[in-house]
């Protein structure tokens, strides 16, 4: 009698149901960690425009004299290119950076993004270490006042 060579059905199932055990466990890996690259992108693009907002101040002894809106829009005529080559419009999930600026005396400004869910309405949580995706992202006058840390939810 002539030997077959090959698999038979139980093996290839127990090949596939294997290979579906491991992507079960990488995929939702693969997300946390794709959603923590554009955490950490936005807060590299904020800290990058508040670095220019500060030398401004350093020339001009007060803050850019804006009012809430995006930084891509006025901002831009205060700083670029002389203290940065281009602001930065989007942040990780691709939703325009927010601006608060002290028109009168020019004193104060905040930075933020909106996080994960995209929501361009400033949300204060509180402020301290935040663990959603969907938190915003908060830097005022020199530092963060809200910002992801540790494990983050919301996946």
Not at 18 to 44: D, E, F, H, S, V
Not at 48 to 60: F, L, P
Not at 107 to 116: E, K, P
């Amino acid at each position: 009698m002539r030997r077959q060579k090959g698999f038979t059905l139980i093996e290839l199932l127990i090949v596939v149901a294997i290979i579906g055990i491991i992507a079960a466990i990488a995929i939702p890996n693969l997300l946390n960690a794709i959603n923590r690259g554009r955490q950490k992108r936005t807060m590299a693009d904020i800290r990058s425009i508040a670095t220019a907002v500060e030398a401004y101040t350093v020339d001009n002894n007060f803050y850019p004299r804006l009012t809430t809106g995006v930084v891509s829009g006025d901002l831009r005529h205060y700083l670029e290119p002389t203290y940065i080559r281009r602001i930065p419009p989007n942040d990780g999930w691709n939703t325009p950076i927010g601006w608060i600026g002290d028109t009168a005396a020019g004193n104060s400004y905040t930075i933020w993004s909106g996080g994960r869910d995209r929501n361009t309405a400033f949300a204060w949580q509180g402020g301290g270490p935040r663990t959603d995706f969907n938190d915003d992202i908060v830097y005022a006058v020199g530092s963060f006042v809200q910002w992801p840390e540790g494990v983050q939810t919301g996946t």
